[in-house]
């Protein structure tokens, strides 16, 4: 993720992936379809990698959004004619048409730091991109409470984290963009949108997916090589910890699957973003 964003902490967009995704797109002009120019790409990057925060939290939020929601328009040239195609960044039509990444530890500058010490950053736990727009934030808490001193409601806690994150001397940067948070704990989570204040975070009620469908979800066997990519940085115990969490038989459902599955299939996720997000 982080040469995806050319080393920069203060980047939070992986340029690179969404310049994979811009030079798949394709604008009509008088019945022929043009890729675009890389004047064009980049200047399509340049708009969504300078969030308006001058204007508040908020607002950069909705700019964005706006952005997400109905695209950017760009001047083209076809046979010496200017065109001003809008361009998607996001194919809101063609889920597979886009790039579902995510990363752990994602280490942003602070916009009040000055200097590289570790004061100077933070880490939220997973960041979900579209495209390489970080559309999801997630604080993973223990369960057991001991990141909290003398333990705690910890979920309670990851929002606070969300929310101090989100102020103007933190990682704003990161939150122009985010259409959804969450808070997890391992059992529980809530979830909520760029300013939610904490007490309107809320658990979801699943009405369409049914336990079964839920359960199998959970307990659907990961290839060999999404194994390795969750385990091949980590302590080989960490896998056998794993391989023998799984070996034990089937596994029940948490508050935290629930959440999860609910809101982060690329389907639900757009459908969210796209009806469900009100300023």
């Given amino acids: 993720a982080l040469a995806a964003r050319g080393g920069k902490f203060d980047q939070v967009v992986l340029r690179e992936i969404l310049q994979a995704e811009l030079q798949k797109r394709r604008f009509t002009y008088a019945g022929q379809q043009y890729p675009l120019s890389q004047k064009s790409i980049d200047n399509l990057i340049a708009e969504i990698c300078s969030p308006a925060l001058n204007e508040g939290l908020l607002n950069a939020n909705e700019k964005i959004y706006n952005h997400l929601l109905y695209g950017i328009s760009v001047t083209e040239f076809v046979d010496g004619k200017k065109v001003s195609p809008t361009i998607a960044l996001i194919d809101w039509q ?39 727009i970080p559309l999801v934030v997630i604080e993973a808490k223990r369960p057991d409470g001991s990141s909290h001193h003398g333990g705690g409601p910890t979920v309670v806690e990851g ?31 809530r979830y909520g949108t760029c300013a939610t204040p904490d007490k309107f975070w809320a658990a979801w009620r699943e009405e369409e997916l049914t336990d079964t469908d839920k359960l199998v979800i959970k307990n659907t066997k990961l290839t060999s090589a999404q194994l390795d990519n969750l385990f091949s940085h980590r302590k080989p115990a960490d896998r056998d910890w794993y391989e023998s969490l799984i070996a034990a038989g089937e596994l029940s459902v948490s508050g935290q699957d629930e959440l999860l599955i609910s809101l982060l299939s690329p389907e639900r996720l757009f459908e969210m973003v796209r009806y469900f997000t009100l300023f």
């Fill in 94 to 132: 063609n889920i597979t048409n886009n790039s579902f990444t995510f990363t752990e530890e994602f280490t942003v500058s602070r916009s009040g730091g000055v200097g590289s010490s570790h004061q100077d950053k933070r880490r939220p736990d997973i960041v979900c991109f579209v495209n390489g």
């Fill in 159 to 189: 929002i606070s984290q969300c929310l101090r994150n989100q102020r103007p001397d933190e990682i704003p940067h990161l939150f122009a963009y985010s259409q959804l948070l969450l808070s997890i704990n391992g059992y529980d989570g």
